[in-house]
């Protein structure tokens, strides 16, 4: 009879022991959505055309996308720009680069290089900013722009082009300087 009850006893503790573990708990009150990307791709071509015709075509080694489809260039974003004629007008680097889906631009950052082979023309930013809708290029930041046929550098703060860079406008230009040979 004593061992009845003694299992008895331990299998209701063993009971409500158990049963005091299934408890609904409501999920941890501070946790966050994830905001981080969703996708990460290496070795990323982007191609841009226009009537079957190539515009653009950007190369990257990193793209992260989000869950808002915009997308991050972590690493070094290279750009070319076609002519009418299938030949390369415009090359640009950059260190990195973003493309905003809501607002429909990219952006690219960090040693911003642009050379217009058409004109014999570098120019040289920290930052540029490209919408494809409006084929408008443009930044808030100082630029310079070199020109080897002239030997002149131009320097200001603000641009707008289109995105053949052939057709610019410095904002506030801060001068013109003859260069000599040699000494850019």
Same mark, same amino acid.
């Given at each position: 009879?004593?061992?009845?009850?003694?299992?008895?006893?331990?299998?209701?503790?063993?009971?409500?022991?158990?049963?005091?573990?299934?408890?609904?708990?409501?999920?941890?009150?501070?946790?966050?959505?994830?905001?981080?990307?969703?996708?990460?791709?290496?070795?990323?071509?982007?191609?841009?055309?226009?009537?079957?015709?190539?515009?653009?075509?950007? @190369?990257?080694? +990193?793209?992260?996308?989000?869950? $808002?489809?915009?997308?991050?260039?972590? %690493?070094? *974003?290279? /750009?070319?720009?076609?002519?009418?004629?299938?030949?390369?007008?415009?090359?640009?680097?950059?260190?990195?680069?973003?493309?905003?889906?809501?607002?429909?631009?990219?952006?690219?950052?960090?040693?911003?290089?642009?050379?217009?082979?058409?004109?014999?023309?570098?120019?040289? @930013?920290?930052? +540029?900013?490209?919408?494809?809708? $409006?084929?408008?290029?443009?930044?808030? %930041?100082? *630029?310079? /722009?070199?020109?080897?046929?002239?030997?002149?550098?131009?320097?200001?703060?603000?641009?707008?082009?289109?995105?053949?860079?052939?057709?610019?406008?410095?904002?506030?230009?801060?001068?013109?300087?003859?260069?000599?040979?040699?000494?850019?």
């Amino acid at each position: 009879m004593i061992r009845k009850r003694i299992t008895a006893v331990l299998c209701l503790g063993l009971i409500s022991i158990g049963l005091s573990g299934c408890k609904d708990e409501p999920a941890a009150k501070n946790s966050q959505p994830y905001t981080g990307p969703l996708e990460e791709i290496n070795d990323v071509q982007v191609l841009y055309s226009e009537a079957a015709q190539l515009k653009v075509r950007m @190369t990257t080694p +990193l793209q992260y996308k989000y869950q $808002t489809n915009d997308r991050v260039y972590p %690493k070094t *974003v290279n /750009i070319e720009f076609y002519g009418p004629d299938g030949q390369v007008e415009t090359t640009l680097r950059a260190d990195s680069g973003r493309y905003v889906h809501a607002q429909n631009f990219y952006r690219v950052m960090g040693n911003v290089v642009v050379v217009n082979k058409k004109k014999n023309q570098d120019l040289y @930013t920290p930052e +540029l900013n490209w919408n494809p809708t $409006t084929k408008k290029v443009y930044t808030e %930041k100082p *630029v310079k /722009i070199l020109s080897k046929a002239t030997n002149e550098r131009l320097e200001g703060i603000g641009l707008d082009t289109d995105q053949s860079f052939s057709h610019y406008f410095i904002r506030k230009p801060t001068g013109i300087f003859r260069l000599a040979e040699g000494n850019p």
